[in-house]
């Protein structure tokens, strides 16, 4: 678990430090009171930008020292991670263990953060990239060496596309270089996608069909097996529409509802949550417990009538993990709360209820 969590200079927080983290903590507060804040201080110490996916500049808090920082210890031990930008260099995000600096992309090694939001509930509504970062966080939380592989992949795609954009035809000796790269990661990338949608399915299988709604889950891609080979082939046709028209950027996450035999995107908004919050919760079950467990849940139960919440509370108490909530009041969470660390947000600043 998370203890000792503090923000500086964070979207609305000045300073504030929330000690005696439990199993369960609630934030409760007015709306744009800082709830949400605290989460998203949290969701960056994962690899990748956020829960908001927010610019760095849109972190630091206005008439604060112009960068910010995060730091949480986890329980139990002497590890301590954190994050910050300093205000002198805007658009580069430190990131510490211990005090050392380590890349970004190795926070997954320490820590498996997942989150859901309501601006999620669109999720199946969206376009296909907002399920693919989705379907990558969902890997990451359980390979945390997917944010390499998709690091090597975009830096790869870009050089690409950057090449195939110029005025003067590529060398065919670079191009093959960059595409024996991007084939690489790209049938890695592929390939960790379809093992986590494989285990999902299969721990969605075992969970009932009500409250929530079983999602039955399928990975959609084109990428062929060759990918090296029909990037090579498609270069032409790749140059005149200035992009790459393969590869793993361009598969899907397909959601069905199980029982009804109908897509996520065509079923009723209630559904569509009820499946997203099961597939959370089963993908909350694969987690290695080796690593703390943090699930992030903004408002979720704002939209849930009194069954689903007590029967998402009833989950979370099955599930190993640390729970971050947030809501308006304590009422809808009176399961929980006697069990909870409850603090009260308001103006950015934040004070221990219970």
Do not use: C
Request: net charge neutral; no cysteine.
């Amino acid at each position: 678990m998370l203890d000792r969590i503090l923000l500086e200079d964070f979207r609305n927080h000045a300073a504030t430090a929330l000690d005696g983290a439990a199993r369960f903590n609630l934030l409760v507060g007015e709306n744009g009171a800082g709830k949400t804040n605290v989460l998203e201080a949290l969701s960056l110490l994962a690899p990748g930008r956020g829960l908001r996916r927010a610019s760095l500049a849109e972190l630091a808090r206005g008439g604060g020292s112009g960068g910010f920082a995060v730091s949480a210890r986890i329980a139990g031990g002497d590890t301590t991670l954190g994050t910050a930008v300093r205000a002198a260099q805007l658009n580069r995000r430190v990131v510490h263990a211990n005090g050392a600096d380590i890349p970004a992309v190795r926070l997954g090694e320490w820590l498996s953060v997942a989150w859901l939001t309501p601006t999620m509930d669109r999720l199946f509504a969206d376009g296909a990239a907002a399920r693919r970062r989705f379907l990558d966080r969902l890997v990451l939380a359980l390979e945390p060496g997917h944010a390499a592989l998709a690091a090597r992949y975009e830096a790869a795609l870009r050089e690409r596309n950057r090449l195939l954009g110029g005025d003067a035809e590529p060398d065919p000796l670079w191009l093959d270089g960059i595409e024996a790269q991007l084939a690489e990661a790209g049938e890695a990338l592929t390939a960790a996608r379809r093992r986590v949608v494989e285990r999902l399915g299969a721990a969605l299988i075992d969970t009932p069909e009500e409250p929530f709604a079983r999602p039955a889950l399928a990975y959609v891609t084109d990428t062929p097996a060759g990918l090296a080979q029909a990037l090579r082939e498609g270069r032409r046709r790749d140059r005149a529409a200035g992009r790459t028209l393969a590869g793993p950027h361009r598969d899907d996450l397909a959601v069905q509802h199980a029982a009804k035999r109908r897509a996520a995107a065509d079923s009723s908004t209630g559904e569509q949550k009820a499946m997203l919050i099961a597939i959370v919760l089963a993908h909350a079950t694969l987690l290695d417990a080796a690593r703390p467990r943090v699930l992030l849940l903004d408002e979720v139960a704002a939209h849930l009538d009194p069954v689903r919440r007590a029967a998402l509370f009833e989950r979370l108490r099955e599930t190993d993990g640390q729970y971050w909530l947030t809501g308006t009041e304590p009422a809808p969470f009176a399961e929980i709360v006697g069990d909870a660390a409850v603090w009260e947000v308001a103006e950015g600043r934040v004070a221990r209820l219970s």
